[in-house]
C-alpha cells in the first residue's frame, strides 16, 4: 500500500499570505504528482499536476518537486478568503494500475481577511 | 455540458437494503473509478474500470458491486453486506492510457449515502 502523507493541520494564514502545503510518498517509483482542493461538502477539483523534477506555476500556484526527497508541495502566492479548503495531495505510479491514485488526508486551509 | 454526472445526490438507505448510486460521463473517457470519502479521510479506490465489461478491484472492495455495460456509465451498488456505508461516494473518470497528460482523473459532485 503506498503512503501519502500531507503536514497536518489545520493551516491558517491572513490574506496576501503565502501558504505552503507539503506531501511526501512511499513509493520511489511514482511518476505523477497532482494536487486537488476540495470544499466542504463538494468534490474535489484538480489545481495542478506535475511530473517532473521541479517548479511548475500555474497563476498563483506553484507546485514543487523532489523526486530523490519523495516530496512534492504546493504553494499559494497572495492567499484568497476564497482559497479556504481542503487541499489533497494524490500519486500515481504510472507502474501499476492507470488511473490509480493514492491520496493524503488532506489539510485544511484557512486564509482569513 | 460535458462531465460526469452522479445520482442520486442524497440518499438513505435502511438497513438490509441495497442500493445503486448512477455515475454517467460523456467525455468519451475509457476508464472510470469509484471511490469512498470519510470525513477526516482520504480517498480511499472500491471499484475501478478500464474498459467495457471489465472492472477491478480497488482496496475496500467488500460490500460493494459495480458494472460496466457501457462506456459511459458505472453504477455502484451499496449491498447489506456493507456495514458501514454511510460516506460520500466519488465517481471519477480518466482518458486512457496514453501520454501523462491521460493520467488527470476528473470526478462528479459526489453522492451523500446515510443508514438510517
Known amino acids: 500500500q503506498k503512503e501519502v502523507e500531507q503536514n497536518s493541520g489545520p493551516l491558517s494564514v491572513p490574506e496576501g499570505a503565502i501558504a505552503s502545503l507539503n506531501c511526501t510518498y512511499s513509493?520511489?517509483?511514482?511518476?505523477?504528482f497532482f494536487w486537488y482542493r476540495q470544499y466542504s461538502g463538494k468534490s474535489p477539483e484538480l489545481i495542478m499536476s506535475?511530473?517532473?523534477?521541479g517548479d511548475k506555476e500555474d497563476g498563483r500556484f506553484t507546485a514543487q518537486l523532489n523526486k530523490a526527497s519523495q516530496y512534492v508541495s504546493l504553494l499559494i502566492r497572495d492567499s484568497q478568503p476564497s482559497d479556504s479548503a481542503t487541499y489533497l495531495c494524490?500519486?500515481?505510479?504510472?507502474?501499476?494500475?492507470?488511473?490509480?491514485?493514492?491520496f493524503g488526508r488532506g489539510t485544511q486551509l484557512t486564509v482569513w481577511p | 455540458d460535458g462531465g460526469i454526472t452522479q445520482s442520486p445526490k442524497y440518499l438513505f438507505r435502511k438497513e438490509g437494503q441495497n442500493v445503486t448510486l448512477s455515475c454517467e460521463q460523456n467525455l468519451n473517457h475509457d476508464a472510470m473509478y469509484w471511490y469512498r470519502q470519510d470525513p477526516g479521510q482520504g480517498l480511499r479506490l472500491i471499484y475501478y474500470?478500464?474498459?467495457?465489461?471489465?472492472?477491478q478491484k480497488g482496496d475496500i472492495a467488500e460490500g460493494y458491486s459495480v458494472s460496466r455495460e457501457k462506456k459511459e456509465s458505472f453504477p455502484l451498488t451499496v449491498t447489506s453486506a456493507q456495514k458501514n456505508p454511510t460516506a460520500f461516494y466519488l465517481c471519477?473518470?480518466?482518458?486512457?492510457?496514453?501520454?501523462?497528460?491521460?493520467?488527470?482523473?476528473?470526478f462528479g459532485e459526489g453522492s451523500w449515502l446515510t443508514v438510517v
Open positions: 506535475i511530473y517532473s523534477n
Open positions: 513509493d520511489r517509483v511514482s511518476q505523477s
Open positions: 471519477a473518470s480518466q482518458v486512457g492510457p496514453d501520454g501523462s497528460v491521460a493520467n488527470t482523473i476528473y
Open positions: 474500470s478500464q474498459i467495457v465489461n471489465d472492472f
Open positions: 494524490a500519486v500515481n505510479d504510472r507502474g501499476s494500475t492507470l488511473g490509480r491514485l493514492y
